[in-house]
């Protein structure tokens, strides 16, 4: 069975939500400690959304220099599966696995809503599970959401497919290009501002047109990255 | 206690919405002579003795890879708190 690692840093909020979505898209979730140079032998890493550090300095920006950090980048240079999401995608932008860094939102407020992405890039580990253009919603909820990053950068990020993931109907932050999530050139590392593993069991995810809480959109994450390592070992 | 002082400000580029906010709070007060503010930090760090330079080395190293992060921030200066020495 695959085995993701699932990191804990002071002030992450979601680690057990992301740990939830591993074992329901039928994978072995195993915690990480931010303190502990151990990655025990993980297949692949998420790093899940919160405050760490209590966004003190900037987002993400004293978590990049925890133990734990330096084994993800080793092993997330390596070619192991890593996805970031909110917190965790600041710290893949601070760390550099990533480039672009996240400000506040434009309209400067806090903002927690379901939200429309289109799957712009379904080669990524985390993403395969997708079709090309395929619509999907998942929560968001955020204050320093809006992605930024050159013009060069961003045109290299276009050009090289590697927007991963942009938002539809509503720039929710003022992002570039409504970028929701990139990726790298390998594909094997991922992050993006909303979050997938808020919708993976009905019940609890977000509305959709039909009924309320069903949404299960988010799971497609999970079930990528689970099925592609199966698929390499 | 000597104290470096590192300045650091969100890139010209790049739009500061919390600059934004506080610049549209000042004329509700009655500040109307400002055209616009923007917001940066500013950090102390304190030294046990005299300010050598290789601290002051340490000191631009550490603005430049922890106290800012050169995507969306510039590092504006580094320098001793009451010296005329500017980073």
């Known amino acids: 069975m695959a085995r993701i690692g699932v990191v804990t840093f002071p002030g992450t909020l979601d680690d057990r939500d992301a740990a939830r979505a591993v074992r329901l898209a039928g994978g072995e979730a195993v915690n990480l400690f931010h303190a502990d140079a151990d990655l025990q032998g993980v297949d692949g890493v998420v790093l899940p959304g919160g405050f760490s550090y209590g966004d003190y300095l900037r987002a993400g920006a004293i978590s990049r220099f925890s133990p734990i950090m330096e084994k993800v980048v080793d092993a997330a240079k390596g070619g192991m599966p890593v996805l970031g999401i909110c917190n965790g995608f600041q710290v893949l932008t601070e760390v550099h696995l990533l480039p672009g860094s996240m400000i506040k939102n434009e309209h400067l407020h806090f903002i927690c809503r379901d939200q429309v992405l289109r799957v712009e890039n379904v080669d990524t580990a985390w993403s395969a599970d997708y079709e090309a253009g395929q619509e999907i919603t998942i929560p968001l909820k955020n204050q320093d959401g809006q992605y930024v990053a050159d013009e060069h950068t961003l045109d290299a990020l276009e050009a090289e497919g590697r927007v991963a993931f942009r938002y539809v109907g509503w720039n929710p932050n003022g992002s570039r290009r409504d970028i929701a999530g990139i990726t790298n050139e390998r594909g094997n590392v991922v992050g993006l501002m909303p979050h997938p593993e808020h919708a993976v069991e009905p019940g609890f995810g977000p509305d959709s047109k039909e009924i309320g809480r069903r949404g299960t959109d988010g799971l497609g994450f999970f079930t990528s990255a689970i099925a592609g390592l199966v698929a390499t070992t | ?87």
Request: avoid cysteine; hydrophobic fraction near 45%.
């Open chain 2, 1 to 87: 206690m000597p104290t470096i002082v590192v300045h650091v400000m969100p890139k010209p580029e790049i739009l500061d919405p919390q600059g934004k906010a506080v610049g549209a709070a000042l004329p509700r007060l009655g500040f109307e002579g400002f055209a616009g503010v923007r917001q940066g930090k500013r950090f102390e760090l304190t030294v046990d003795g005299e300010v050598t330079d290789e601290l002051l080395a340490q000191a631009r190293e550490a603005a430049e890879t922890l106290l800012s992060n050169p995507v969306i921030e510039d590092v504006v200066a580094v320098e001793v708190a009451g010296a005329e020495v500017a980073g």
